[in-house]
């Protein structure tokens, strides 16, 4: 039994951490941190929780996250770098939510993120979570910068696509739409109902600080320059992620239908669609799943994929367990089989 | 492990039968009929059930009913009533999501449900399934009447009251609002998102099938007539019944928030709030919970008790799981224990 | 044309007074003030007022307001006390739709709003501003009180009842439903998308400012005491009031229908509906009308009445428009005839 | 005053049209037709056009089409090409708001609308009702194909930028997002709320009727051949149509927010943003406005247009009275200045 602790346990993503792993047969929630709920009961906040049983957040300096085996941070982009370094010493292995790890360069992350980096020193060790990517260095990892919701729905959409070097140097866009949940349980007018409800728009059009990260793993995946486009959209709805991704130049004669397939024919979390089904938001929420079509419309010259994910999920809290459970050598679906909530 | 059999997997409720079956440790799943989608995959239609693997749809006469242990009606009403008495002289325990056998008299349900029973010698023994005021019955049962959805919050919601006698004589109201899942996957005009979307109604106010169901049940726990009054209302959300019942004259010398956590205290789904906390449709979301409050408005003489479940849920198929746990000596919460999704 | 100001512009309140102005053969706004916003365009802040032209925010102490004829204050309860007197003494006619005058008794205000009053002097003359009960006093007044959003939408509900004596003594229970623009533009964790939406749950159940605002009024009416229940609900909609009356001991001798349709014959904006007709919310999104249906369920002895209005038009700006045309001999109806928007 | 008819008055355009149409100083509708409903009244099934008095439904071949000096077709696809030969020969002018003359080659209309075109004749002389192209034109025709919506804010994201052939030869992708209003009041399972709510899709990715019709006008204006990528989704709300539309190799040196300004300063539907201001669905609901932004995202090689309207508006009825103001020399603008309807 893995003891397991959360630091930041009242935002969405520690919830949905903590509803996951209530459902994990190899692992045991410790200590919740909060620095605003500090004393009071997780089922109070968070009725939905109440099978957790009497379990209380906890001052975020709390001594106890030491004694846990398995770390997450769910906390805001700036926090797990000053507390890193000290767990890894003391031999706790840790999972960062935030996007402190993720970028490999401290140069690039300082600029998109505007402060300075805790602990640069960490960088190169850090594992980019994404298992259908790095799975083998994640099992051995000792601090997992766990992918951000965007990117694990764009990355997953082209990954064949790069891998087997079928994209030419054209500008590859990804058109990606979120949920609501993904701007977070901070009260700001524009994430009001009534101003969400009832409407569509694009947000962050001339930079969001997925772009570096996504940029910096497709490159990787490419082994040379993407140029990639990214523009975020805000649906009404609470959860999921759609990306729909456009590639050009893409070599005519590949077999796109099977060359998907036979890349995530081993993923127990991604689907690929066949023909022309298409995938929808609300057939993975709830759940850990990724569900892929590719398509090639009026059979021209541009190729589009379709990718979806509940952010919350496979976009963060459950994507982290699966690297936990890699890291612990655990089953690695072991927590992540629940069917999706529908309708 | 118990093999299961369902008839009308094709509906809401039919589809959140499959997935708590999915989760549960001792049953399995045998067979699922449709008349529409026989022979096709259950994936294909419902995706978010690809965990439950390669299961098809078998046609509605299927003999394999006749060999599970226990078959969930899941079809419209007037259907199970005509399969019932087959099943249950080949020894399988059946239990009826429809309107079937919830009433007892064979003449009160043939006015309200425009058609002539089938099998009326049959409604003397089947059991109305709401655990929490018929548990030692259903245990022994071999048919059981799950409650309708509204039924279940409403009873619920005053069970207490009435079985100490603190109800007078006046209108016990009921004014109860649904999501739109209850009106089930047929294509109407008034269930298109364009028209429930950004809407809110009363329906079926002079008249409503689950009022005679409900009156009777609450007659039979108060042992007395009941006057009620019940409006049902449909909220623009997909689940959830939240029912606010207004009961007036009832004894002030009462402690009210005490005898509701006492009645309560041992039922492992149902959830008295304290003090001024009120119940929402949303944190029972998925989940076999019911919530509830008690309150005395500006300290007056109108008592109202607030009450939510997730109506395909503890409204339908969690209840129906709970009832077959119960007929099959199981623990009473088998696989009915994972937490509700939120947000 | 009456020049108009506008005192807090940057709630829904604000801007719904704003576009059913813009639409006004009759009036020309003239100023509008915000703390926050002064100096910045209106149309920047909100869009869909682009029409409006250049029109600005001016800071809220502005002259110009003692240079409009007509000054309505859509801002925060405990505002308007403090700017009328001088207003009045100018020769401003002022509506006021927060509550600052709505409750005849300083004391009770007092109670139910958490401060002193700074012009209690004012009380007994400040009119009630519901056209369909106080049209005469309204013409003659220089300062109305423009009711609640709920107030409108339950005293509507029962006006025809209660002026004719039918309803008996015992408890009159109004379940009232809300849009979450009710809850204004303040940015709170419980009116965010992802908690608001896919939800349902009352709030305010022991004790709402509404409660004494209505009985008093409907007190008034009756002409002998009042005992109101009244339980305001949270819809996952943006605009609309619902509310479903019960009342008990309604002489059976009474043609209800025929009673509502002769009240309400000359009313311009009460729509009563005939037979099992019932009304939705959004048929009444964006205009100043109210719909109404009584009904008497399963024939027996409760009688139940649902009215529908849309919070922001007939339950704020637009009654406080409707009042601003009596006030100035215009037609009432003048700038409130636009349909409403559907779906 | 214009008499106007309308075939097809029951789905949301028809009900639209009518809307506009009330707040028209200078046109009186005088027959709506109606396969289902005819003999009912119209308040009856759109309680919100109740404004329009006791206008009742009509037989769809009603011979007072004929004494209407202007018709608009509110039918589906492949109605009005039957009927409007015999009423442009009988002097009425025609506006269709479905795709029979949308399409210039009778073969390509056959080839997507899988039906013989019935008035091939006619297709030369129709005229693409998008005023912001072919303004001069409509003033003096007798028959307009309005355009669809998608089409709509598709072209008039990209015309500035065609016209002044700053685009290259490669793919323009427009990923276009609709509300569910868009597929019409029909009762099918996709758009039903418990589907469509709380969900995101794309649908018809391999090939959409709107395509042709875009790439068709887009070819027009460029007088070049343009690849078109188009992908629809369906967004979970009711109203609203943002366009998302991608061009590379745009000369750097153009200023496109001075080109995009001075395009259409002196159009009074669309407004260009400035700066990195945004468009968003809910700031054109219920009004005739298109809101454009241009963005280089990372001052990269692709240029981002987002372009909103209301479907239902200036994506079909509302451009629709506009093109009906050309063609009767009444201002452009008449009738359709109403301030959209937020929050």
């Given at each position: 039994?893995?003891?397991?602790g959360i630091v930041g346990g009242t935002g969405?993503?520690g919830?949905?951490?903590?509803?996951?792993?209530?459902?994990?047969?190899?692992?045991?929630v410790q200590a919740v941190t909060s620095r605003t709920e500090a004393g009071k009961s997780l089922?109070?906040l968070?009725?939905?929780?109440?099978?957790?049983?009497?379990l209380e957040f906890v001052a975020p300096d709390s001594s106890e996250l030491k004694q846990c085996?398995?770390v997450?941070f769910a906390a805001p982009?700036?926090t797990?770098?000053h507390q890193?370094?000290e767990l890894?010493?003391?031999?706790?292995?840790?999972?960062?939510?935030?996007?402190?790890?993720?970028?490999?360069?401290?140069?690039?992350?300082?600029?998109?993120?505007?402060?300075?980096?805790?602990?640069?020193?960490?960088?190169?060790?850090?594992?980019?979570?994404?298992?259908?990517?790095?799975?083998?260095?994640?099992?051995?990892?000792?601090?997992?910068?766990?992918?951000?919701?965007?990117?694990?729905?764009?990355?997953?959409?082209?990954?064949?696509?790069?891998?087997?070097?079928?994209?030419?140097?054209?500008?590859?866009?990804?058109?990606?739409?979120?949920?609501?949940?993904?701007?977070?349980?901070?009260?700001?007018?524009?994430?009001?109902?009534?101003?969400?409800?009832?409407?569509?728009?694009?947000?962050?059009?001339?930079?969001?600080?997925?772009?570096?990260?996504?940029?910096?793993?497709?490159?990787?995946?490419?082994?040379?320059?993407?140029?990639?486009?990214?523009?975020?959209?805000?649906?009404?709805?609470?959860?999921?992620?759609?990306?729909?991704?456009?590639?050009?130049?893409?070599?005519?004669?590949?077999?796109?239908?099977?060359?998907?397939?036979?890349?995530?024919?081993?993923?127990?979390?991604?689907?690929?669609?066949?023909?022309?089904?298409?995938?929808?938001?609300?057939?993975?929420?709830?759940?850990?799943?990724?569900?892929?079509?590719?398509?090639?419309?009026?059979?021209?010259?541009?190729?589009?994929?379709?990718?979806?994910?509940?952010?919350?999920?496979?976009?963060?809290?459950?994507?982290?367990?699966?690297?936990?459970?890699?890291?612990?050598?655990?089953?690695?679906?072991?927590?992540?089989?629940?069917?999706?909530?529908?309708?």
């Amino acid at each position: 039994m893995i003891s397991v602790g959360i630091v930041g346990g009242t935002g969405y993503t520690g919830a949905e951490l903590l509803r996951v792993l209530a459902a994990h047969p190899g692992a045991r929630v410790q200590a919740v941190t909060s620095r605003t709920e500090a004393g009071k009961s997780l089922a109070g906040l968070y009725p939905h929780l109440s099978c957790l049983g009497e379990l209380e957040f906890v001052a975020p300096d709390s001594s106890e996250l030491k004694q846990c085996e398995c770390v997450f941070f769910a906390a805001p982009n700036g926090t797990a770098m000053h507390q890193v370094p000290e767990l890894i010493e003391a031999g706790v292995k840790v999972i960062d939510l935030a996007a402190d790890f993720r970028i490999k360069d401290a140069t690039v992350w300082e600029h998109w993120y505007k402060q300075e980096h805790a602990c640069p020193q960490l960088l190169a060790s850090a594992i980019y979570g994404l298992p259908e990517v790095h799975r083998e260095k994640i099992r051995k990892a000792r601090l997992i910068a766990n992918p951000g919701c965007y990117p694990t729905a764009v990355i997953l959409a082209v990954l064949p696509l790069l891998e087997q070097g079928l994209c030419g140097d054209g500008p590859l866009i990804a058109d990606a739409k979120s949920g609501v949940s993904g701007a977070g349980r901070g009260a700001r007018v524009p994430t009001l109902f009534s101003e969400a409800g009832e409407n569509f728009k694009a947000y962050n059009v001339r930079a969001h600080r997925h772009w570096p990260e996504i940029t910096q793993e497709l490159q990787g995946i490419r082994e040379a320059p993407v140029s990639l486009t990214f523009t975020p959209h805000l649906v009404p709805m609470v959860r999921g992620i759609f990306a729909t991704v456009y590639a050009s130049e893409v070599d005519r004669s590949a077999d796109l239908d099977a060359l998907y397939r036979q890349r995530y024919s081993e993923e127990p979390f991604v689907e690929v669609l066949q023909g022309d089904a298409l995938p929808e938001t609300k057939h993975v929420r709830g759940s850990n799943s990724c569900r892929i079509s590719v398509q090639r419309p009026n059979d021209g010259e541009v190729v589009v994929v379709l990718s979806v994910i509940d952010n919350l999920v496979k976009g963060a809290a459950g994507q982290a367990v699966q690297n936990m459970n890699l890291m612990f050598g655990l089953d690695e679906t072991s927590g992540l089989m629940q069917a999706g909530l529908f309708p």
